[in-house]
């Protein structure tokens, strides 16, 4: 993922409702939204090049969300897949800080990452640039290529989007629709992160397209208080056109 927009515990029906936009190469093969046939509790899409993945669910209610800390200077050409991951969570029965403490403990092996993981009672956050794992605390929030909340355009105008779609009664469709963005940011608030003001320009919006890279999918997840899970994925196309969509509900169940 490029774009993770979250709140979490900011609405009495909605304790957990996640938005987000997969950015990849468009010659990276992938497989969309389905339940696993190796593991049938997991609801994603798939990386058929690593067999990761960049958000899924379980039907546990447990869900986790990766996205790249972007700094070329410190690319490892023989890193691990970071996609592995978030599968390796959703597989595993690992309490979430758990998990994150002990991935921090091999976090040098990948390339740059942040990592969400956690269900409705509880949210986690750990960045191989950022430090500690730390729970996150009741709120909106946005996580793109740098550490959580950090401020550049595409995640504040996200935040407000998706704040704005909590205040009426929040549906997917809704949430992938306000991720289908393609404002572009003011020179000005462009961030420097080592890749040139070219580039910076193409991946300022929240949907990305480029000849050779843009946004692949767009996901959106309602938890509710009623133990309910709805989750729809929406395929963009090369050149930013919309897809078909995945939409799947399920109850929570923790036996």
Same mark, same amino acid.
């Given at each position: 993922?490029?774009?993770?927009?979250?709140?979490?515990?900011? @609405?009495?029906?909605?304790?957990?409702?996640?938005?987000?936009?997969?950015?990849?190469?468009?010659?990276?093969?992938?497989?969309?939204?389905?339940?696993?046939?190796? @593991?049938?509790?997991?609801?994603?899409?798939?990386?058929?090049?690593?067999?990761?993945?960049?958000?899924?669910?379980?039907?546990?209610?447990?869900?986790?969300?990766?996205?790249?800390?972007?700094?070329?200077?410190?690319?490892?050409?023989?890193?691990?897949?970071?996609?592995?991951?978030?599968?390796?969570?959703?597989?595993?029965?690992?309490?979430?800080?758990?998990?994150?403490?002990?991935?921090?403990?091999?976090?040098? @092996?990948?390339?740059?990452?942040?990592?969400?993981?956690?269900?409705?009672?509880?949210?986690?956050?750990?960045?191989?640039?950022?430090?500690?794992?730390?729970?996150?605390?009741?709120?909106?929030?946005?996580?793109?290529?740098?550490?959580?909340?950090?401020?550049?355009?595409?995640?504040?105008?996200?935040?407000?989007?998706?704040?704005?779609?909590?205040?009426?009664?929040?549906?997917?469709?809704?949430?992938?629709?306000?991720?289908?963005?393609?404002?572009?940011?003011?020179?000005?608030?462009?961030?420097?992160?080592?890749?040139?003001?070219? %580039?910076?320009?193409?991946?300022?919006?929240?949907?990305?397209?480029?000849?050779?890279?843009?946004?692949?999918?767009?996901?959106?997840?309602?938890?509710?208080?009623?133990?309910?899970?709805?989750?729809?994925?929406?395929?963009?196309?090369?050149?930013?056109?919309?897809?078909?969509?995945?939409? %799947?509900?399920?109850?929570?169940?923790?036996?």
């Amino acid at each position: 993922m490029c774009l993770i927009l979250f709140a979490r515990g900011a @609405h009495p029906e909605y304790p957990l409702v996640i938005a987000a936009n997969r950015d990849e190469y468009y010659r990276r093969p992938a497989a969309k939204a389905a339940y696993w046939e190796d @593991h049938p509790d997991i609801l994603a899409g798939r990386d058929l090049e690593c067999m990761g993945t960049w958000l899924g669910i379980t039907r546990a209610g447990r869900f986790a969300a990766l996205t790249n800390f972007r700094d070329p200077r410190e690319r490892k050409i023989e890193a691990p897949s970071r996609g592995t991951l978030v599968s390796e969570f959703l597989v595993s029965g690992e309490e979430p800080r758990v998990y994150l403490e002990t991935i921090a403990g091999r976090a040098h @092996h990948y390339n740059g990452f942040n990592l969400l993981a956690g269900d409705v009672d509880g949210v986690f956050f750990f960045s191989s640039r950022g430090g500690a794992v730390q729970e996150v605390s009741p709120g909106i929030h946005g996580l793109s290529n740098h550490l959580l909340d950090t401020p550049w355009p595409k995640v504040e105008r996200g935040k407000a989007r998706l704040r704005a779609a909590l205040a009426d009664e929040p549906s997917t469709e809704a949430l992938l629709d306000l991720l289908h963005d393609r404002e572009p940011a003011a020179e000005g608030e462009l961030p420097d992160t080592g890749i040139g003001i070219e %580039m910076e320009r193409v991946l300022a919006p929240a949907l990305i397209v480029s000849p050779q890279y843009g946004t692949r999918a767009s996901t959106a997840v309602i938890f509710g208080r009623d133990g309910g899970v709805s989750f729809s994925e929406r395929t963009i196309l090369q050149g930013g056109a919309t897809g078909a969509t995945v939409s %799947m509900h399920f109850s929570i169940s923790r036996t």
